[in-house]
């Protein structure tokens, strides 16, 4: 295998950073590291989600490795994700990225502000 390198457009590692880069998938992480969560528990933890978008995101996240899927025997079955170690590891890289969004969100909101007003005044 060549050395990654991300700026390569044939480069793996862009698939790692898709993931990395997916709201959904980032906030799915973060809920897991707390405790194993059913389907409907995290669809009712992240709003706006659609079930389609959680399932694609959770098999995504399944298939790389960063979540693991149980089925409860039970009637009807039951099934819990879990994040797996690998998946704390990046849990925990974007974490503050997070932090990073709360801590300046009103400045963020007051550039957009600034920047819409300057471009719509010069678009009219």
């Known amino acids: 295998m060549k050395t990654p390198n991300a700026y390569s457009a044939a480069c793996p590692t862009r698939q790692i950073l898709d993931r990395v880069g997916d709201k959904w998938a980032v906030l799915i ?26 399932s694609q995101v959770l098999k995504s996240l399944e298939r790389d490795g960063l979540v693991k899927r149980r089925a409860i025997a039970t009637v009807p079955v039951t099934v819990e994700y879990s994040i797996t170690p690998l998946g704390k590891t990046l849990a925990a890289a974007v974490d503050p990225l997070r932090d990073w969004a709360e801590r300046n969100l009103k400045e963020v909101l007051a550039a957009q502000r600034r920047y819409d007003a300057q471009h719509h005044a010069n678009a009219a």
């Open 29 to 54: 992480l973060l809920l897991l590291r707390e405790e194993p969560l059913r389907f409907n528990q995290l669809r009712r933890a992240i709003e706006g989600i659609s079930q389609k978008m959680l």
